[in-house]
């Protein structure tokens, strides 16, 4: 495979996790705000500079394995790329899904006692950037 195929590819993949993400993820909701959060957690600036300093990482990465790697090693690199990718985003979803979901179905959250947060919970702000 041709090594500007695969950094084209790769960058694609990573391209497509940065978009991805950026919907799936609502930080700036209030349901967000209101968890409790680990005294270790790194500032919302903090956090708004590593993830674009993160996809820079693997874009780089990327051109550097399709420059200097076997076609073996490409096929390995935009497969576990692609693996590591889904299993981000499915984790997103997984996260912020019952959010969006209480959003888009008031009428599921009758109950006072429900786990998911309540509409009323909830800023129109679902689909924000990272960090933002």
């Known amino acids: 495979m041709s090594h500007i195929v695969v950094g084209i590819l790769g960058t694609a993949i990573i391209a497509i996790y940065a978009v991805s993400s950026r919907r799936l ?3 700036d909701s209030q349901w967000y705000r209101s968890l409790v959060k680990p005294a270790w957690q790194p500032p919302r600036v903090v956090i708004g500079l ?3 300093y993160n996809f820079a990482m ?3 990465a990327t051109w550097v ?8 090693q490409h096929l ?3 497969m576990s790329l692609t693996l590591s990718v889904l299993a981000s985003l499915a ?3 997984l996260f912020f899904n019952p959010l969006i979901e209480a959003h888009a179905n008031p009428e599921l959250h009758t109950s006072e006692k429900s786990c998911q947060p309540r509409p009323d919970d909830y800023e129109e702000k679902v689909l924000i950037g990272i960090g933002t």
């Open 25 to 27: 993820v609502a930080t």
């Open 50 to 52: 590593i993830w674009p």
């Open 58 to 60: 693997l874009t780089t």
């Open 65 to 72: 394995v399709a420059s200097h790697l076997s076609n073996t």
């Open 76 to 78: 390995v690199w935009l």
């Open 91 to 93: 984790w997103a979803w």
